[in-house]
Nanobody, 123 residues
């Protein structure tokens, strides 16, 4: 079963923007904390952002603070990651994840994962 479906990845220029989407499929995650992680080749999975509930507490990784914004919107409680001022080091596969409980920053704290979407930032 695939419960989280990411989209919106692709190729962007340095300084450009992309908006990733994560849509629940087959079940709802309204009461779950939703997060975004990323993993570059040869590196560990890295926390990007998380949001407790719609309009609730948010948390960001140090490398994306002030550039990325997470939100939950729409009737399906779709989770978005607005990425601005992109840098080459933002290149990675971006994963959406869900956990029951408060905002977490460790991959092991999240119970459901999407299949990922590739983001490539080119200079």
């Amino acid at each position: 079963q695939v419960y989280l479906v990411e989209s919106g990845g692709g190729l962007a220029q340095v300084g450009g923007s992309l908006r990733l989407s994560c849509e629940p499929s087959g079940r709802t995650f309204t009461s779950y904390t939703m997060g975004w992680f990323r993993q570059a080749p040869g590196k560990e999975r890295e926390f990007v952002a998380a949001i407790r509930r719609r309009g609730g507490n948010t948390s960001y990784g140090d490398s994306v603070k002030g550039r990325f914004a997470i939100s939950r919107e729409g009737p399906k409680d779709t989770v978005y990651l607005q990425m601005n001022s992109l840098k080459p080091e933002d290149t990675a596969i971006y994963y959406c994840a869900a956990r029951w409980g408060e905002v977490g920053t460790q991959p092991s704290e999240f119970h459901y994962w999407g299949q990922g979407t590739q983001v490539t930032v080119s200079s």
